[in-house]
């Protein structure tokens, strides 16, 4: 199976801040790669898909970039309901596979 | 706009299996992956395997493989996960979900206590 990799596994940061967050797949996956963004006892929200796409209704201070191993999530500027879990997950495969989390928190 | 509905939720003993099903409205499964996905307690999204209804075909997570099966029933535009030889650390929220549309069904909570 494709092994994603995240970092960091948590950050802290403030209101207003520009965030990254990267995710590395164990071979490469073209573009086929979604993020999403969870908070505490709620499904997942797809925010990016296609590595660089904008999911419908989804803020425009959310962006990913990347292709073949390496992608990344960016925040431009945080604001307060951000504050959350985001996962990567692969659908280049038959069998789709996560990141392990980056946990978002309030400095 | 497909709406994902899940069965509600399970107590299970150990050894025993569980079967969890998600029922769509707005459109048809047919066409589309059906995916299900747990997340144990404090834990990350594990992906554990998914269908194509209108082929039949299946594949599963290497983790899952002899203890899930995941099927469907067009005719009722309905899913199902069973996860057999339960143990403790299959205590999980269980979600079904259409990866490509980002539509999640709400999660079924599975515990797993003698």
């Known amino acids: 199976d494709i092994q994603m990799t995240q970092s960091p596994s948590s950050l802290s940061a403030s209101v207003g801040d520009r965030v990254t967050i990267t995710c590395r797949a164990s071979?490469?996956?073209?573009?086929?790669l979604n993020w999403y963004q969870q908070k505490p006892d709620k499904a997942p929200t797809l925010l990016i898909y296609?590595?660089?796409s904008l999911q419908g209704g989804v803020p425009s201070r959310f962006s990913g970039s990347g292709s073949g191993t390496d992608f990344t999530l960016t925040i431009s500027s945080l604001q307060p309901e951000d504050f959350a879990t985001y996962y990567c997950?692969?659908?280049?495969?038959?069998?789709?596979?996560f990141g392990q989390g980056t946990k978002l928190e309030i400095k | 706009q497909v709406h994902l509905v899940q069965s509600g939720a399970e107590v299970k003993k150990p050894g025993s299996s569980v079967k969890v099903s998600c029922k769509a409205s707005?459109?048809?499964?047919?066409?589309?992956?059906i995916s299900w996905v747990r997340q144990a307690p404090g834990q990350g999204l594990e992906w554990m395997g998914g269908?194509?209804?209108?082929?039949?075909?299946?594949n599963y997570a290497e983790k899952f493989k002899g203890r899930v099966t995941i099927t469907a029933d067009e005719s009722t535009n309905t899913a199902f996960m069973e996860l057999s030889s339960l143990t403790f650390e299959d205590t999980a929220v269980y979600y079904c979900?259409?990866?490509?549309?980002?539509?999640w069904g709400q999660g079924t909570r599975v515990t797993v206590s003698s």
């Open positions: 269908i194509t209804p209108i082929f039949g075909s299946t």
């Open positions: 296609a590595a660089s």
């Open positions: 979900a259409i990866i490509v549309f980002g539509n």
């Open positions: 997950q692969q659908t280049y495969s038959d069998i789709y596979t």
């Open positions: 707005g459109g048809s499964i047919s066409n589309h992956v």
């Open positions: 071979q490469s996956i073209g573009s086929y």
